[in-house]
């Protein structure tokens, strides 16, 4: 019995120095990122919850002017009130129901044709395929803003080459109309990374071994079937990470109405979340401050989260 | 195309081209042509904007408005345009610099940061790890613009906005590289070469600085370019956590630029391309690390 135990206890003495070993070591080359990954991802959101819960106010006038933080606000403790403003204010709504209108539009016009070109190139009609993998990957180098700059000019008769063409709607350039001008912003994003997506999926095309294809073959299966049966299928988890990817951008919609904003003078500040929450922010919406923009931002957060987490599942069920 | 050629006993055959599928499934003609067609309407969707942003970028404000966007203007004036933009906008190759600075400092930083955290998830086993793991994974999914507005509250309460370091403590952190790095040490750094190592007496931090880091070399290009880009892309951090013009990086300056009542759209275009140029020039250089990256991050996800 007790030689039993000084057996088994000197392995187990030895594991645990070795343990702590990889304890330590592990700790160290992570803790570097981790640290800076608490200060960029959870101390933003733990101080976003805290000032959510807060107002700005002024600092009342007279006497006490300017006795509290900067520009004579004081912060309020308001509980929750900040959440019912903008849960209860119709153009919050507005705005989630027009990104959630273009997701649900773009996504997969842009996944879709990611996926065609990707099969196109895949398959044995192409040669030279670098040509091809660097001219529609190109976009994706250029920044959001850029591109966004590039296509509002395109899109204004003074300056677009082809804007002429179009008549003018509700008063407005043809792409600016504000029937139009989400479907414009639609283009730009499709434009910037649908290349980037046929990357993911010519990478996951490329790496299913091509011996499925000729077994395949040799079973009379054509062409067409082999795309449908055994391609598309093969591609599915590389799909759902691209759709996740873009649930998530599309959330967060900011650059392009930035700009189309300055080109029309009928889109508001609250044309989407991300929008509304950085006018909020810097006082051009009331109520103003970091409470409610914070709050907006939290929300949205929240909807990101919940709609990935949905699609998810939804995907998951698919697949069974 | 080579020849027939018939055999001894008379027939005759034709040997398949190398690199090409078996001639029973080659594909037709027709199918060869809509495909190219296909691929060429696509390409110039893809391309158009960019030739034309390069044709604008030589014209004035007249030229832009009343010749054909396709090709030059009257006279061809990069230089009349440099003379304006730079006019104009005193400042706008400082911005240029920053940008270049902003996004070495927070890609080259990032890369240690994001490998050696990969590496570590891969080959250790240490409490908290898995924890740790599906933070950043979730951190994967966070919308970064909505940490936006959140961030710039905290950095200005700890006094970091309006400084280099608001830009590029935030575009370092890369989840996305942690989990490159981390798919790529667990396939390519072999634990019996670091137990080798060990026991010939090197340290930890020896063996991860001498052997890791040429092992993950790739994925580091990789992480590198993307983190690099990503800082070069960032609009709404530095729009609200920089006041100084002379911090601006490329994409606020020319944010500025648009923003005015009557801009000068020649020197607007030509500044778009100034700062569009540095970030195509790496893609094309770096395009067989950045490519086989993605591969091993969509394949192995």
């Known amino acids: 019995m007790s030689t039993a135990t000084a057996q088994t206890s000197k392995p187990r003495r030895r594991w645990s120095r070795q343990a702590r070993h990889e304890a330590v070591s592990g700790w160290a080359f992570s803790l570097p990122f981790f640290l800076c990954f608490i200060l960029v991802f959870i101390a933003p959101i733990v101080s976003a919850v805290r000032a959510s819960l807060f107002k700005q106010q002024a600092a009342g006038g007279g006497l006490y002017g300017n006795a509290g933080g900067e520009g004579g606000k004081v912060d309020v403790f308001v509980g929750l009130e900040n959440y019912v403003v903008a849960g209860t204010d119709p153009e919050f709504w507005k705005g989630v129901g027009r990104v959630m209108l273009f997701g649900i539009v773009q996504i997969p016009i842009m996944i879709g044709l990611a996926l065609a070109l990707a099969l196109l190139l895949d398959s044995f009609l192409v040669r030279r395929k670098t040509v091809w993998r660097l001219g529609y990957f190109l976009p994706y180098a250029i920044p959001g803003l850029i591109a966004a700059i590039i296509w509002g000019y395109l899109y204004i008769p003074e300056v677009s080459p082809f804007a002429d063409f179009f008549p003018n709607m509700e008063g407005n350039p043809f792409f600016l109309a504000p029937s139009i001008a989400l479907w414009s912003m639609a283009n730009m994003t499709t434009w910037t990374y649908t290349g980037y997506n046929m990357l993911i999926f010519l990478a996951a095309l490329q790496a299913i071994p091509r011996d499925l294809y000729e077994a395949a073959r040799i079973d009379g299966a054509s062409g067409w079937k082999i795309t449908t049966r055994i391609k598309i299928p093969m591609v599915s988890s590389a799909a759902l990470l691209a759709v996740l990817l873009s649930i998530v951008g599309t959330i967060q919609l900011f650059n392009e109405p930035t700009i189309l904003k300055k080109l029309t003078t009928w889109m508001p500040n609250t044309y989407t979340p991300m929008l509304m929450a950085y006018q909020t922010s810097t006082g051009l919406l009331t109520p103003s401050g970091t409470g409610p923009a914070s709050a907006i931002s939290i929300l949205m957060a929240l909807i990101a989260g919940v709609l990935a987490v949905a699609y998810f599942f939804a995907q998951r069920k698919v697949n069974q | ?301």
């Open chain 2, 1 to 301: 195309m080579s020849a027939l050629k018939p055999t001894v006993d008379g027939l005759e055959y034709r040997p398949s081209i190398e690199g090409q599928p078996p001639r029973s499934i080659a594909p037709s003609a027709m199918a060869r042509t809509i495909t190219t067609i296909l691929l060429v309407v696509a390409l110039i969707y893809f391309l158009f904007p960019v030739l034309w942003v390069i044709f604008a970028s030589t014209k004035n404000n007249h030229d832009i408005v009343s010749t054909f966007g396709f090709w030059f203007g009257e006279k061809v004036d990069w230089s009349g345009n440099w003379a304006l933009l730079t006019g104009w906008q005193p400042m706008f190759l400082r911005w240029v610099g920053n940008s270049i600075f902003y996004s070495t400092a927070a890609a080259t930083i990032g890369t240690l940061l994001s490998v050696s955290a990969g590496y570590a998830m891969a080959k250790f086993r240490y409490p908290g790890r898995s924890v740790m793991l599906g933070t950043i994974m979730a951190g994967l999914l966070m919308p970064v613009a909505i940490l936006t507005i959140p961030m710039v509250l905290l950095f200005s309460q700890i006094g970091l906005n309006n400084t280099i370091w608001a830009v590029i403590i935030p575009c370092m952190v890369s989840p996305f590289g942690v989990f490159l790095g981390n798919v790529y040490a667990t396939t390519s750094v072999p634990t019996e070469l670091l137990e080798a190592a060990r026991i010939d007496g090197a340290g930890e931090a020896r063996i991860f600085f001498t052997m890791v880091i040429r092992l993950l070399a790739p994925a580091m290009v990789t992480i590198f370019l993307f983190i690099f880009v990503g800082t070069w892309n960032n609009f709404m951090l530095p729009l609200m956590m920089l006041s100084s013009p002379e911090l601006k990086p490329v994409t606020v300056g020319l944010y500025g630029m648009m923003s005015y009542y009557e801009p000068q759209k020649g020197a607007v275009m030509m500044g778009a391309l100034i700062g569009v140029l540095p970030l195509i020039v790496l893609f094309i250089f770096l395009q067989r690390y950045w490519q086989s990256g993605l591969a091993a991050g969509a394949v192995k996800g």
